[in-house]
């Protein structure tokens, strides 16, 4: 079992910023990526960011703005969020893909956390 503990979100206005937190427990061989995603109401969940080990990508919405990072424990990862706009307003979700001892992957899922941007 894994386990996925998002932390961070909240309420700010418009040009503010807002730091998310992820930490990934239980029984983890090995992970191979870590990422962001969101949903706002009445949309799909899309892709935000993720960082593994053959690189780091954005969405074209947050290139420039937020930035993603992992600790050297590879089992953390943070999104440092800038120049936040109302339509970043979404629930913000944790997803972790580990790879089992004979390669096989699996993907987890943290519980969400809101980030509103509004004045």
């Known amino acids: 079992q894994v386990q996925l503990v998002e932390s961070g979100g909240g309420l700010v206005q418009p040009g503010g910023s807002l730091t998310l937190s992820c930490a990934a427990s239980g029984s983890i061989f090995s992970i191979y990526a870590m990422g962001w995603y969101r949903q706002a109401p009445g949309k799909q969940r899309e892709l935000v960011a993720t960082?593994?080990?053959?690189?780091?990508e954005y969405a074209s919405s947050v290139m420039g703005r937020f930035t993603i990072s992992r600790d050297n424990t590879k089992n953390m990862v943070s999104l440092q969020m800038n120049s936040l706009k109302p339509e970043d307003t979404a629930v913000y979700y944790c997803?972790?893909?580990?790879?089992?001892?004979?390669?096989?992957?699996?993907?987890?899922w943290g519980q969400g956390t809101q980030v509103t941007v509004s004045s």
């Open positions: 997803k972790t893909t580990t790879s089992a001892m004979y390669g096989r992957l699996s993907d987890y």
């Open positions: 960082i593994s080990r053959i690189g780091i």
